[in-house]
């Protein structure tokens, strides 16, 4: 049987390339070959920055309200198609289909939406100098590039694509080798719902086709959504033009469960921030500070609902709440961390193994798994796994949970668990993320900005500050007198 093939999404269309090269695309949860793309070869990279080129030329000579029209109607077929697109999302990820139906395309759709309607609100400036008067513009980019990581593929290519569209400014977006489909997909609504040809191009392949997008002359912005240190390598390509740079990156990020907390909300905060997406989300609270006088309880209810409430199974199935994790290298590194941890003293208070899973047969599953006995300075505690493992840390008083929740050189996320509302700002306050949970964690609407503090990014994705940076401030003067000139 032949294995199906997804081709580069150029001029509105798909686009063969010449070299005949492929990829092979894997579900996680079989450890079988779905189908393969084509590398974006060099008739496709120039296709892609031509069509790019005359796209954004269209595109930016319409006014904020038709292109805000069309962008509300990929909303529409976005969240007609949903329960479609999720599916093809369970099918790259290995995530599970309660979580993809109601959130990936959803929180997509949304991103567009939110941007669309704030577009024609951009307006300048204008200023009265006495006779003479500037005024100001704000104009698109040109050609950004988008390249995605592998865990919410459609989202990231959706939260990308919404404010720099909406600005008026073309992309080419590279989705993750590993999950390429949703982003071919959203290219297709895109142009079934109007969006010119060209304004959204999506390009296939590994890191080099990425690297080619952060090193073209006629890429003015790179939004990178993956780890840090190919964030590193983005922004120093990135550097070769000077292009304007977003980073979304890694995190370590803690959880702080005071004395007053309710402790079933802390524990079902914890479990969100760590098995959820089967761990594989940037923003996860892999520390989890407890405070010593709470601990027991916490740890108690913390075994029990894990080792009773986690469904793992094929995605597919509605009831199955815990997936498979990306690829059989990636199960191998998260266990490689556990057993890292165990090597360094900690202890496993549940999971620790690989699983094998009835229904999902040959799939790259991993035990949701909680450390305790956990010291400041471990492996498991320093680095991100993206995978789930909890690590349980204890703390006797405010000043020194906050000085040791922000010893790390990451700064994504933080989030509290506490009934004093003072201490609730106070703590945040001097938390250094960029994102922050208080009674909660996970949440992140498209109307919130979000993005990392330190090595985490830079720059944020959603909320109104995005679309300014998706946009350039033209400044006009204008002479209404005779210039005065002493030549
Ligand atoms: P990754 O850095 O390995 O890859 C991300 C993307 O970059 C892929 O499309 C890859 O092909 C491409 N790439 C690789 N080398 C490149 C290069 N030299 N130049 C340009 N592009 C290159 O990340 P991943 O493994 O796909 O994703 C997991 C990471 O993403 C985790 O660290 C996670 O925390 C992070 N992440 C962050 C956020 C956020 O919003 N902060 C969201 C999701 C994931």
Redesign the pocket.
Known sequence: MSIPRLQNFINGEPMANTTGETIAVTNPATGKVIYEIEIADDSVKQAAIESATAGFKQWSAMTAMDRSRILLRAVALLREKNDELAMYEVLDTGKPMQEANCVDVVTGADAIEFFANLAPTQVGQQQDLGGDFYYTRKEPLGICAG??????PIQ?ACWKSAPALAAGNAMIF?????TPRGAVELAKVFIEAGVPAGVFNVVL???????W??GHPAIEKVS????????K??MA?AASNLKDVT?????KSPLIVFEDADISQAVAAAMLGNFYTQG????NCTRVFVHESVYDAFISELKQRTENNIKAGDPQDLEVNFGAL?SKQ?QQLVLDYIAKGKAEGATVLTGGNKMSVPGADGGYFVEPTVFTDCHDDMTIVRE?I?GPVMSVLTFKDEEEVIARANNTPLG?AAGIMTQNVRRAHRVIHQLEAGICWVNSWGASPAEMP???YKL??IGR?NGIEALNQYTQTKSVYMGMVDLDSPF
Do not use: R
């Open positions: 390249i995605g990581a592998w865990n919410y990231i590279k989705p993750s080798e590993e392949g590994e890191g080099d086709v990425g690297q997008l952060t990178f959504t993956g780890e840090v240190g190919t964030g390598k983005v390509s980073m979304e990156l890694g995190g594989e989300v940037c923003t990306i990636h991100e993206f994504l979000v993005g990392g985490s990014g994705e």
